[in-house]
């Protein structure tokens, strides 16, 4: 269901007709297997990863990047969202999703976990941060799979630390979410 929904709506495009195909449902059930694998590897982290910091650490150049992207698309998505451009929306939060969090600053957070101590708190805190933003705009479009991932992400954060909580705590449910301001 939510793999159709999301190739409805992100094929949408004003004025012009949905060419809606197999493949292209396909590849929305592809993401969706990535957010959800994501998921998986982030409520991983935050098991193995320690419960509080022991000091300061500094954010990587890889933390700072990720993090100044997800900013940019907060800023992009907000922004789209008020012109009623939905699917540029998604696509967009589909982009950073896939290309830039899961493909590449994933694949360097499991380097820095293996760091363990400081390190491996506020990497697992910063994958935390970026999939509870994530999900939160993502809901829309993928309502089931996205509530059901932050159900998990929200016990597994209260259970191993409220460090790990943004900075507003967590809410009942998602789709009673405050929405990720830019």
């Known amino acids: 269901t939510d793999a ?25 059930r592809n993401f969706i297997n990535k957010i959800w694998n994501a998921g998986r590897l982030v409520l991983n982290a935050i098991q193995h ?67 363990g101590g400081d390190r491996a708190w506020l990497t697992a805190r910063n994958m935390v941060r970026i999939l509870d933003d994530c999900l939160r705009m993502l809901h829309p479009y993928i309502p089931y799979v996205t509530e059901e991932l932050w159900g998990y992400l929200k016990k597994a954060c209260r259970a191993h630390s409220d460090s790990f909580a943004p900075d507003a705590g967590w809410e009942e449910a998602l789709i009673v979410a405050k929405w990720p301001e830019p």
């Not at 922004?79 to 982009?95: C, D, P």
């Open 49 to 115: 990863a320690p419960d509080k910091t022991s000091g300061s650490v500094e954010l990587t150049e890889a933390d700072k990047w990720i993090l100044g992207r997800l900013s940019q698309l907060k800023d992009n998505v907000q922004r789209l969202f008020e012109s009623y451009q939905y699917g540029e929306a998604g696509r967009q939060i589909h982009g950073y999703f896939w290309g830039e969090y899961a493909d590449w600053y994933l694949e360097i957070a499991k380097l820095q976990l293996s760091e």
């Open 4 to 28: 159709l929904r999301f190739a409805l709506l992100t094929g949408l495009t004003p004025g012009k007709d949905l060419n809606l195909s197999v493949k292209r449902v396909e590849a929305n």
